[in-house]
């Protein structure tokens, strides 16, 4: 059976040791992606994904990437939730990934959110 | 939805909700046999007799007023399309079996896609599940495990940036060595 083979492993250890110097540093923002029916048919994988790859770019090592459900808002896919921490959780909605390397600009990195983009100020449950 | 690998996101997603602890993604792809069989598996609690026809149907309930999902009918559609069958079974508290099938080279079938993002986004959903990927085609086989990548990093979690994105190019690295 053709596993993932300790070489692999291997090199995903090394570079995972390399580029995680410090994992204990708290979050400071947080980017939830919603992979809902709604959302994945949209294409928010493909905004996850450039939020990743963002976040490599900028070598941030403070940055909480997740994922989760329906956000219940279906016409507005995809969408993602920024949070600063401290600050209001930003949903943004109709993204493209053009939008999201300017939301990752302005708000993950200088903590400005991008109110053309944005759906509401306050908690993710409020729609 | 465009791609296998997205309707495969969407029914583990309904893994995860449902609390599974383990999830199985099993694809099968037998070109000679022209035959393309995808199974997702878990333990999570279950769906109940009655439920189990009603959620294959996007329409049954469309004039309650729950709620019906669309990731199950999609999914039954997109192989049914393809002179493909779709099941799903299940046991209160001991899990979901869902499986479909797909004429391999049928003209409507789907591209497989990029099964390497499903898993990562998948990854970055579950706190405490395990996901078990085993991936054939004709002769040749591919198995990814959380759980022995956590072992093997002595990690309690995958949940971290750049490691997945290293993950994520040496699975699809991996993935393209089975064509
Ligand atoms: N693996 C599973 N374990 C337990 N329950 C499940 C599972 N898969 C589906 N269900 C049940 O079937 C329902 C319908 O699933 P379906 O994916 O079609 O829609 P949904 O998840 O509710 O919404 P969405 O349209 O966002 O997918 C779910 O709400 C859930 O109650
Ligand atoms: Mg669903």
Known sequence: ?127 | MDDLSLYILDISENCIDAGAKNIEIIINEDTKKDILIIEINDDGKGIDEDMIKLIQNPFTTSRTTRKVGLGIPFFKEAAESCEGKFSISSAKGIGTKVKATFKHSHIDRKPMGDIAETLIALILRAEKTEILYYHKRNGKDFTFRTKDLKLQLKVKDLKQVMLLNSLKKIVKQKISELQ
């Open chain 1, 1 to 127: 059976m053709a596993k993932l083979k300790i070489e692999d492993l291997e090199k995903i250890t090394e570079e995972f040791k390399r580029k995680m110097t410090l994992r204990e540093g708290a979050g400071r923002v947080k980017i939830t992606v919603h992979l809902g029916t709604c959302g994945i048919a949209a294409g928010a994988r493909k905004i996850m994904n450039s939020f990743m790859e963002e976040i490599e770019k900028s070598k941030a090592t403070d940055i909480i990437m997740t994922t989760s459900g329906c956000a219940g808002l279906c016409s507005r896919e995809p969408m993602a939730t920024v949070e600063v921490i401290g600050n209001a959780p930003i949903k943004y909605v109709d993204l493209t990934i053009d939008k999201v390397k300017i939301i990752f600009d302005k708000h993950v990195m200088k903590g400005a959110f991008v109110q053309e983009y944005a759906l509401s100020v306050g908690s993710e449950k409020i729609q």
